[in-house]
């Protein structure tokens, strides 16, 4: 018989102790929390945003993201997709390419994990925190924080990155690889709002606008996004404003403060834009914010005439040449300053982690220890929002899991 533990009862661990199950092998979970599956529960607003149809590489980020090409292939969105179906959830495609299980309820997938799991008769030890690994010619003896200490003859890490400590993210995962003598590139959070220490911005609090949004340090722009940007009391937020974080929080860490870009008109050229603006300035004796209240959401064009130096009181017959192109310029190119990164808490993932190169991507085991696998989160690989994070979930626990037959 060969014993197998799984450190950590997310994504990936499921997906591993399922695929891990059968045969001559014993599979047992250890989890930390009360509950498995604390952040599933939580992704994709609560519906579990599984996976994306538009596989695309570049969705992928970390010090070496064809690692995940390798991954996909061995186990890629067809096989995601028949293993959901087999285990009776159906998935539906929503807008971009992103799949939902078809209860539209995070909460079925925890639930058919747990019938799963019991079906396959894996153990499930919950409050238990792996401590420690001890290897000794291949075989591992765990510690848990409560001083247990258990013989295995192969060990999953599944206990995925410090992002969200709320439902689990900690960094005992990193610390568990590194005692195995593995690399891990420290992480740093991403996907999450950006603080803008500019007061003035501060007071569009509540707003929210589709905007392009451009990340640019020396001249070059080095990621984009359009959507909802939601204005906050420290900066900004929403789909598109998280979508640049990671490059944002790349670059501050490395001590490189790089030009946030708003458009806050992407339909219109400068041109397009500045006839629209001559139309609305026809009457000559509204102020220069009232003038474009029917135009823009309040408070932006107030703020937005304060950005720009001009008083918004101020008659439109009074505004210059030079005064209407600086607000047409903060309207179509309005560049900011990032501050600090914002914390771990509000991360939807961590980029940073666990060195790919010193994990097998064919399966998952550790080039450093023989019988230590490695999954998810925890690895140097981190996905924009659209299931692609989950993906790698997924694909990576299989992948462990099939190897331990
Ligand atoms: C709010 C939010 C929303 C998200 N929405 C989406 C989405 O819709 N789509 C998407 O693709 N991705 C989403 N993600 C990201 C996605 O959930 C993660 O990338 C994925 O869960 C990572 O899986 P994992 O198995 O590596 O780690 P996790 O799912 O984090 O699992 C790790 C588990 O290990 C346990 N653990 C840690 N250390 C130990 C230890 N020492 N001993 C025992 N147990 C331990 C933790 O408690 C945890 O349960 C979201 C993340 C957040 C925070």
């Known amino acids: 018989m060969k014993r197998i533990a799984v450190i950590g009862a997310g994504a990936s661990g499921l997906m591993a102790a399922c695929f891990a199950a059968g045969g001559n092998n014993r599979v047992a979970v250890f989890e930390k929390q009360k509950k498995i599956g604390r952040k599933i529960l939580v992704s994709g607003?609560?519906?579990?945003?599984?996976?994306?149809?538009?596989?695309?590489?570049?969705?992928?980020?970390?010090?070496?993201?064809?690692?995940?090409?390798?991954?996909?292939?061995?186990?890629?969105?067809?096989?995601?997709?028949?293993?959901?179906?087999?285990?009776?959830?159906?998935?539906?495609?929503?807008?971009?390419?992103?799949?939902?299980?078809?209860?539209?309820q995070a909460s079925s997938i925890v639930k058919i994990f747990e019938y799963e799991l019991a079906a396959r008769n894996v153990e499930i030890n919950l409050h238990r925190k792996a401590e420690r690994l001890m290897e000794k010619r291949g075989r591992y003896k765990l510690i848990t924080a409560g001083r247990e200490e258990y013989d295995f003859d192969s060990i999953i890490l599944s206990a995925g990155s410090c992002a969200f400590p709320s439902v689990g993210g900690s960094r005992t995962g990193y610390e568990l690889a590194q005692q195995m003598g593995h690399t891990v590139h420290e992480p740093f959070p991403a996907i999450l709002p950006l603080s803008i220490p500019l007061k003035i911005l501060h007071r569009l609090q509540g707003v929210k606008w589709d905007c392009a949004v451009k990340v640019a340090a020396d001249n070059k722009t080095l990621a984009s996004s359009e959507g909802e940007v939601?204005?906050?009391?420290?900066?900004?937020?929403?789909?598109?404003?998280?979508?640049?974080?990671?490059?944002?929080?790349?670059l501050v860490i490395q001590n490189i403060t790089p030009d946030i870009i708003i458009d806050f008109f992407p339909g219109y050229s400068v041109d397009g834009l500045m006839n629209q603006l001559e139309t609305l300035w026809k009457d000559l004796s509204k102020s220069a914010s009232f003038s474009l209240i029917g135009f823009m959401k309040h408070p932006l064009p107030e703020v937005l005439c304060g950005i720009a130096g001009i008083d918004p009181r101020k008659p439109v017959k009074g505004l210059s040449r030079n005064e209407k192109a600086k607000l047409a310029a903060t309207?179509?190119?309005?560049?900011?300053?990032?501050?600090?990164?914002?914390?771990?808490?509000?991360?939807?993932?961590?980029?940073?982690?666990?060195?790919?190169?010193?994990?097998?991507?064919?399966?998952?085991?550790?080039?450093?220890?023989?019988?230590?696998?490695?999954?998810?989160?925890?690895?140097?690989?981190?996905?924009?929002?659209?299931?692609?994070?989950?993906?790698?979930?997924?694909?990576?626990?299989?992948?462990?899991?099939?190897?331990?037959h």
């Not at 149809?53 to 067809?78: T, W």
């Not at 940073?352 to 690895?379: C, H, W, Y």
Request: with cysteine; charged share 25%.
């Open 230 to 250: 939601l204005f906050t009391g420290y900066g900004i937020s929403g789909p598109a404003s998280m979508d640049v974080s990671r490059e944002v929080n790349r």
């Open 331 to 404: 309207m179509k190119e309005l560049r900011l300053k990032p501050g600090k990164p914002r914390s771990f808490d509000e991360a939807v993932v961590a980029a940073g982690g666990v060195d790919v190169g010193e994990v097998d991507p064919a399966t998952m085991e550790s080039r450093i220890r023989k019988n230590l696998f490695i999954t998810g989160e925890l690895l140097d690989i981190d996905g924009d929002t659209g299931g692609y994070n989950l993906q790698f979930a997924w694909s990576t626990g299989a992948i462990a899991g099939m190897s331990q």
């Open 45 to 104: 607003n609560g519906r579990c945003n599984i996976a994306n149809c538009r596989i695309m590489m570049e969705k992928y980020h970390g010090k070496d993201p064809r690692f995940v090409h390798q991954i996909l292939s061995r186990f890629g969105l067809n096989d995601t997709v028949d293993f959901f179906k087999s285990i009776g959830i159906p998935l539906v495609e929503e807008n971009n390419g992103k799949l939902f299980p078809a209860s539209l």
